[in-house]
């Protein structure tokens, strides 16, 4: 018979009764997400996956399908400070990352902060303003920090960056460039909902929005705590040799003129453990891996045009990594 009060079998306890209680409180907060937007489960439970992983989220998809809202509805869950920005072609980076004001009572000029000085951004329609305000995101984004004037300042913690945007009008906007889509830990796109959804989405607001009756379900210590645990799900070296046969699959295929970069390897590796943790294990599995390629390698590779060529404005990527995904073995 098994000895229950042995040291191991404490052990095992223990990380059950952990991931058990992880697993109810990110299962609140995926149905708390999911009142307000409506029958996009995958899109709801991979941005969650990118907040646990501690990464940020770029949400890209035509007007009108949720975007704006899915952010927002995040935000609200999520009991630390919030910011939205609505880029602009007219938007100066001291509009994001504050500037320093001269005090005529002191004599001194004194620090005022701008909006990225919190724990959620809403970066709406980030394309629409130049690549000079873009850039002073990629600081922010990368190292948790930004640098104003020859001085660094810390930004709070957890950090998170939601981004959106309109693939389609091209009108009055500047693509984002490789560098800054490859801070971005992962791509979702919500798609058209299904006639029921859409049903429910206008019963739901006749009377007045969901997310009016959103209120947060986790503080900022609770993200803190839950990214930490990410990192202690397992990976055996099968997969990650798996993980690493992939990425060097797309830097040697002929449908790609940019493969994946060593940033966007270790995004896949950390956003694997975060799906396990929403999943309710506590160690990775050859479909953890394979489902996040498209959202996780997406928007980070770039496909030769001969290739392009021949798919709908869109399908490019996912097209050329499915393709890549067929020929790699999956470990037994």
């Given at each position: 018979?098994?000895?229950?009060?042995?040291?191991?079998?404490?052990?095992?306890?223990?990380?059950?009764?952990?991931?058990?209680g992880?697993?109810?409180?990110?299962?609140?907060?995926?149905?708390?997400?999911?009142?307000?937007?409506?029958?996009?489960?995958?899109?709801?439970?991979?941005?969650?996956?990118?907040?646990?992983?501690?990464?940020?989220?770029?949400?890209?998809?035509?007007?009108?399908?949720?975007?704006?809202?899915?952010?927002?509805?995040?935000?609200?869950?999520l009991?630390?400070?919030?910011?939205?920005?609505?880029?602009?072609?007219?938007?100066?980076?001291?509009?994001?990352?504050?500037?320093?004001?001269?005090?005529?009572?002191?004599?001194?000029?004194?620090?005022?902060?701008?909006?990225?000085?919190?724990?959620?951004?809403?970066?709406?329609?980030?394309?629409?303003?130049?690549?000079?305000?873009?850039?002073?995101?990629?600081?922010?984004?990368?190292?948790?920090?930004?640098?104003?004037?020859?001085?660094?300042?810390?930004?709070?913690?957890?950090?998170l960056?939601?981004?959106?945007?309109?693939?389609?009008?091209?009108?009055?906007?500047?693509?984002?460039?490789?560098?800054?889509?490859?801070?971005?830990?992962?791509?979702?796109?919500?798609?058209?909902?299904?006639?029921?959804?859409?049903k429910?989405?206008?019963?739901?607001?006749?009377?007045?929005?969901?997310?009016?009756?959103?209120?947060?379900?986790?503080?900022?210590?609770?993200?803190?705590?839950?990214?930490?645990?990410?990192?202690?799900?397992?990976?055996?070296?099968?997969?990650?040799?798996?993980?690493?046969?992939v990425?060097?699959?797309?830097?040697?295929?002929?449908?790609?003129?940019?493969?994946?970069?060593?940033r966007?390897?270790?995004?896949?590796?950390?956003?694997?453990?975060?799906?396990?943790?929403?999943?309710?294990?506590?160690?990775?599995?050859?479909?953890?891996?394979?489902?996040?390629?498209?959202?996780?390698?997406?928007?980070?590779v770039?496909?030769?045009?001969?290739?392009?060529?021949?798919?709908?404005?869109?399908?490019?990527?996912?097209?050329?990594?499915?393709?890549?995904?067929?020929?790699?073995?999956?470990?037994?």
């Amino acid at each position: 018979m098994l000895n229950c009060l042995s040291p191991e079998c404490n052990r095992k306890r223990g990380i059950a009764s952990l991931i058990t209680g992880t697993l109810e409180r990110l299962r609140e907060l995926q149905v708390t997400i999911e009142r307000v937007i409506r029958g996009k489960s995958d899109a709801v439970q991979l941005s969650i996956t990118a907040l646990l992983a501690g990464g940020h989220l770029l949400v890209e998809d035509v007007p009108g399908v949720g975007k704006t809202t899915l952010a927002q509805t995040i935000a609200r869950c999520l009991a630390g400070s919030f910011q939205r920005i609505q880029f602009t072609s007219d938007l100066l980076p001291s509009d994001i990352v504050g500037l320093s004001i001269y005090n005529q009572r002191s004599g001194e000029f004194e620090f005022k902060p701008g909006p990225i000085f919190a724990n959620v951004i809403l970066a709406d329609e980030i394309n629409r303003t130049t690549p000079k305000t873009q850039s002073s995101l990629l600081e922010a984004m990368a190292e948790g920090r930004a640098t104003i004037e020859n001085q660094t300042y810390e930004l709070p913690r957890p950090f998170l960056v939601l981004a959106t945007q309109n693939p389609i009008e091209h009108h009055g906007t500047y693509p984002l460039p490789e560098s800054q889509l490859d801070r971005f830990l992962m791509r979702v796109r919500m798609g058209y909902p299904s006639i029921e959804d859409e049903k429910q989405i206008l019963r739901s607001q006749a009377f007045r929005h969901p997310i009016d009756d959103v209120a947060p379900v986790m503080s900022t210590e609770d993200i803190l705590e839950l990214q930490q645990e990410v990192r202690n799900v397992r990976i055996d070296d099968a997969l990650v040799d798996y993980l690493m046969h992939v990425v060097d699959a797309t830097r040697r295929a002929e449908t790609l003129e940019l493969g994946v970069s060593p940033r966007g390897t270790l995004a896949l590796y950390r956003s694997a453990q975060a799906l396990a943790l929403t999943e309710g294990r506590d160690y990775c599995i050859a479909d953890d891996i394979k489902r996040l390629i498209a959202p996780v390698f997406g928007h980070r590779v770039v496909v030769n045009a001969r290739y392009s060529s021949r798919l709908r404005h869109g399908e490019e990527s996912d097209a050329a990594l499915a393709e890549i995904v067929r020929n790699v073995p999956v470990p037994i």
